[in-house]
C-alpha cells in the first residue's frame, strides 16, 4: 500500500509562478525524499530531510517536514517550463527498508 | 561515474511467456532495488538485493524473482505473464550502507504484455 500520498494530483502554473505540493504519510519516519520524473522515465533524487529536520533547501527547491502532522511540503520557486515533471515525495521507516512511494503530483509549467 | 543502466528498455510479450530485465548499478554500490510502476498503483517496491543476498521484499507474488551477481548487476524475472504484469520496471543502487541514502534510478524498462 502506499505510504505517502499527494497533494494535488495536478497542478499547471505559469513560468516564473512558485508550486507547492503536498505529501502526507501515515506511519514514523527516518527521513522522507521528494523524486523528479519525467514522461515515464528513471527517477531523479532531488532532496532527502530527516526525522529530525524541519525544513531543508537545494536550489529553488524548499522542502518542510512536520513530523507531528505526518506531512511535508516542497516549493518549487521561480518555476521554469523545464520544471514540468512529477514528483513523488518517498517515505523510509528506518535505515535499509525500502522506500515507500506516493502516487505523485503531476506539475505543467507553462511557458 | 556511469549511472545505472537497464536492458532492455522495451520489452513486447504475450500472456503466459516468461521474462528476464537486467540492471547494472552504478559502480561500487552494493544494493539493488526493483520497483513497478503502472498508471493505478503507482510506484510498488519489489524487492531489494545487497551483496547477493534478498534483503527487503515487497508483496508481489512468487511469479517475480530476482538474483544479484557478485559484481552487483541485478536481475529479476517475471515468469508466466499476465496482462497486468504491463508496467515500466524500474531498478535504483545505492550503496546499501547507510541509514539516509538516495536511490540513483536506472531509465526502466517497459514491458507490454499482449
Known amino acids: 500500500s502506499q505510504q505517502g500520498e499527494e497533494d494535488p494530483q495536478a497542478l499547471s502554473i505559469q513560468e516564473g509562478e512558485n508550486a507547492t505540493m503536498n505529501c502526507s504519510y501515515k506511519?514514523?519516519?527516518?527521513?522522507l525524499q521528494w523524486y523528479r520524473q519525467n514522461s515515464g522515465r528513471g527517477l531523479v533524487h532531488l532532496i532527502l530531510?530527516?526525522?529530525?529536520?524541519r525544513e531543508k533547501h537545494s536550489g529553488r527547491l524548499r522542502v518542510t517536514l512536520d513530523t507531528s502532522k505526518k506531512s511535508s511540503s516542497l516549493l518549487i520557486t521561480a518555476s521554469r517550463a523545464a520544471d514540468t515533471a512529477s514528483y513523488f515525495c518517498?517515505?523510509?521507516?528506518?535505515?535499509?527498508?525500502?522506500?515507500?512511494f506516493g502516487k505523485g503530483t503531476r506539475l505543467s509549467v507553462i511557458a | 561515474k556511469a549511472g545505472v543502466t537497464q536492458t532492455p528498455r522495451y520489452l513486447i510479450k504475450t500472456r503466459g511467456q516468461q521474462v528476464t530485465l537486467s540492471c547494472s548499478p552504478i559502480?561500487?554500490?552494493?544494493?539493488v532495488s526493483w520497483y513497478q510502476q503502472t498508471p493505478g498503483q503507482g510506484l510498488q517496491f519489489l524487492f531489494e538485493?545487497?551483496?547477493?543476498?534478498?534483503?527487503n521484499k515487497g508483496n508481489f507474488p512468487g511469479r517475480f524473482s530476482g538474483r544479484q551477481f557478485s559484481n552487483s548487476r541485478s536481475e529479476m524475472n517475471v515468469s508466466t505473464l499476465e496482462l497486468g504484469d504491463s508496467a515500466l520496471y524500474l531498478c535504483?543502487?545505492?550503496?546499501?550502507?547507510?541509514?539516509?541514502?538516495?536511490?540513483?534510478f536506472g531509465p526502466g524498462t517497459r514491458l507490454l504484455v499482449l
Open positions: 535504483a543502487s545505492s550503496s546499501g550502507t547507510s541509514d539516509q541514502e538516495t536511490q540513483y
Open positions: 506511519t514514523s519516519i527516518n527521513n
Open positions: 530531510i530527516r526525522s529530525n529536520e
Open positions: 518517498a517515505t523510509q521507516r528506518s535505515g535499509n527498508t525500502p522506500l515507500v
Open positions: 559502480s561500487g554500490h552494493r544494493s
Open positions: 538485493y545487497f551483496s547477493e543476498t534478498q534483503r
